[in-house]
């Protein structure tokens, strides 16, 4: 309720009495007899217009001590936020903007899922078994951060920087990651099951055991990165760099991938901490 409002009222009771006033004249009405007409209309009129503008404090003052309680809500959340204590566990998708700070934080099982934290900074953070479903997290850079375990299905990653993520097991599938950069990390064991990866860097990264069934990596850079045990069954590797990649006997190509490749016997590399 407004103060727009507060005045149509008015404005509707002020007219009211006037074609109340011009009717009692037409009639020759004055004193006694007025009233006596038109007294019940009148009182009638009177009461209806408190008791609409009675109803639109109430209103107006509940309004405004939710929308208190709100920002009072919000601002507690920032300030947590601000002050550097652990995320962890905590539900977090209405509460970041656009370019959020988070470096170095704790967000072990958090939740992001429909969040729009593009172009955020979450480098050198523990996010392991975090849910990020459906974020918006173009543009971010999660250098050196713990992804292992986490769900980021569906999520935007759109040129983001994920190099040296430790992201084993991670739920990637589905997910928007064009021209993502994410040199030396590790994927071993996680799912990029129909994803779209194209011109992405992936250069000595592990994909070990990794799913990436319907992947599309048309033109993306997989230079020195370990496939052993990976399913690329499906996958788009039109244009792909695949120098130097190692593989094993359980790594199943797509049909008719010609790739210069070693074999490894499933040996592992550096980006999951094995040698």
């Known amino acids: 309720m407004s103060k727009a409002f507060d005045i149509a009222v008015l404005c509707c009771l002020s007219a009211l009495l006037l074609l109340t006033v011009l009717k009692a004249r037409r009639l020759h009405l004055q004193g006694a007899a007025f009233w006596s007409q038109?007294?019940?209309?009148?009182?009638?009129?009177?009461?209806?217009?408190?008791f609409?503008?009675?109803?639109?404090?109430?209103?107006?003052?509940?309004?405004?001590?939710?929308?208190?309680?709100?920002?009072?809500?919000?601002?507690?959340?920032?300030n947590t936020i601000a002050s550097g204590v652990p995320l962890s566990a905590m539900q977090l998708n209405r509460v970041f903007d656009p370019g959020v700070y988070l470096d170095n934080r704790t967000m072990i099982g958090a939740s992001f899922d429909g969040a729009d934290v593009a172009s955020a900074?979450?480098?050198s953070g523990n996010a392991s078994f975090a849910h990020f479903v459906g974020a918006n997290l173009a543009g971010s850079s999660m250098i050196d951060t713990e992804l292992s375990w986490a769900d980021l299905e569906g999520a935007s990653l759109d040129a983001a920087d994920l190099s040296n993520v430790d992201a084993a097991y991670a739920d990637f599938d589905g997910v928007l990651a064009a021209h993502v950069a994410a040199p030396d990390a590790c994927f071993s064991g996680a799912s990029f099951e129909w994803s779209s990866l194209e011109s992405g860097s992936f250069q000595g990264d592990s994909f070990e055991d990794a799913s990436l069934i319907g992947a599309n990596l048309a033109d993306a850079d997989l230079t020195g990165s370990d496939l052993a045990g990976a399913n690329l069954s499906g996958a788009d590797l039109t244009g792909a760099n695949l120098s130097g990649v190692?593989?094993?006997?359980?790594?199943?190509?797509?049909?008719?991938?010609?790739?210069?490749?070693?074999?490894?016997?499933?040996?592992?590399?550096a980006a999951c901490g094995r040698t």
């Open 52 to 78: 609409v503008l009675f109803l639109g404090a109430e209103l107006n003052h509940a309004e405004t001590v939710n929308g208190n309680a709100a920002q009072a809500r919000n601002a507690q959340e920032r």
């Open 246 to 269: 190692e593989y094993s006997s359980s790594t199943q190509w797509p049909a008719g991938a010609l790739v210069a490749r070693s074999f490894s016997g499933g040996a592992g590399n």
């Open 38 to 50: 038109f007294g019940p209309q009148v009182a009638s009129g009177l009461l209806t217009a408190l």
């Open 121 to 123: 900074s979450l480098d």
